[in-house]
C-alpha cells in the first residue's frame, strides 16, 4: 500500500516536471477554463431569484478567464523555456 502511494506520488511529481512553478501555471490554466466557462453561461435566472448582481457582465467574465488561462500558458512556456529537467 505505501508503495503504490509514493509510485503514485513520484508520477504526480513527474507529471509537473518536478517544478512547483508549473504546477501554480497548470493551477492558474485551470482557474481560467473554469471562469471562462462559468462567464460563458447565463446565469441571471439564478441572479434574479437571489436578487445578487455580480457587477460583471457575462463579456467581461469570459475575458477575465481567456486573460486568467492565457496568463497560466504564458507562465509555463517561460518556466521551461531554459529549464534542464531531471531524466
Same mark, same amino acid.
Given at each position: 500500500?505505501?508503495?503504490?502511494?509514493?509510485?503514485?506520488?513520484?508520477?504526480?511529481?513527474?507529471?509537473?516536471?518536478?517544478?512547483? /512553478?508549473? @504546477?501554480?501555471?497548470?493551477?492558474?490554466?485551470?482557474? *481560467?477554463?473554469?471562469?471562462? %466557462?462559468? !462567464?460563458?453561461? #447565463?446565469?441571471?435566472?439564478?441572479?434574479?431569484?437571489?436578487?445578487?448582481? /455580480?457587477? @460583471?457582465?457575462?463579456?467581461?467574465?469570459?475575458?477575465? *478567464?481567456?486573460?486568467?488561462? %492565457?496568463? !497560466?500558458?504564458? #507562465?509555463?512556456?517561460?518556466?521551461?523555456?531554459?529549464?534542464?529537467?531531471?531524466?
Amino acid at each position: 500500500m505505501l508503495l503504490t502511494l509514493s509510485n503514485a506520488w513520484e508520477e504526480t511529481k513527474a507529471f509537473f516536471k518536478y517544478s512547483e /512553478t508549473i @504546477f501554480v501555471a497548470r493551477l492558474t490554466m485551470l482557474g *481560467g477554463f473554469i471562469a471562462a %466557462a462559468a !462567464g460563458a453561461m #447565463d446565469w441571471s435566472p439564478i441572479y434574479n431569484l437571489l436578487g445578487a448582481d /455580480t457587477g @460583471f457582465t457575462p463579456h467581461q467574465a469570459s475575458w477575465l *478567464g481567456i486573460t486568467t488561462f %492565457a496568463k !497560466g500558458c504564458l #507562465d509555463e512556456f517561460l518556466r521551461r523555456r531554459n529549464a534542464t529537467f531531471p531524466v
